[in-house]
């Protein structure tokens, strides 16, 4: 096993810990025995070193390349720490990225971690990924983009549990300006639906923004 596979296996047990402990209730017993096994594995973690998130400018052509084709078996990485996608995230939503031609696909479970009112996930979150997804979409247009403007029409409550699934395309382009439109689903039902705008910039300016330093 390779050390980014061991990665990804202990970011995967802390995001599970952490959905399990907001989903359960615990005994004083039990939470202070966790408190004490936590304080112990938080001191293993603070003896590595600090990590540097490097970015490439030499990738930016191969990035439309790397997403794959339809829904694959094994998540795919763009960003290992990504917020929505990333799978060596503990804290993210483990999201599964895919293209359908030059439509950017997203699809996610929510667990409890993630839950607003019960049962329902919270609309912050939902934000996080009809944002992701439509960045994905710019990655596609082989450009690098910030989010200018995200406007969101919250449809139908998105259920914690279940598969729900965001698409993303290009509605159209202006110059440094990509307008792009999204949609949620679970199943046939829609949850809400997005327009934002992106603002493409140099890769070179993206890499000396600091990006990357942890």
Known sequence: MTNEERRLHAA???RELGHDFVA???SDDQLDE????LAMILAIVKKGEHRVRTFSSDRTSDFASLIPEGRQGDKHQLFLDSIVSGAANPMGLNAAVWREGDVAVMEVTLGRAFEGA???AHGGVIAALLDETMGVVH??????AYTAQLDIKYIAPAPIGESIIAR???SHRVGRKLYIDASLHAGE?????????FIAIDPSTFVQSGVGTS
């Open 12 to 14: 995967a047990l802390l």
């Open 24 to 26: 359960r209730t615990l």
């Open 34 to 37: 966790l408190t004490s096994q």
């Open 118 to 120: 019960p049962g329902r």
């Open 139 to 144: 990655v596609l247009q082989e450009a690098l």
């Open 168 to 170: 993303a395309w290009l």
């Open 189 to 197: 039902v829609q949850l809400a639906s997005a327009t934002a705008l």
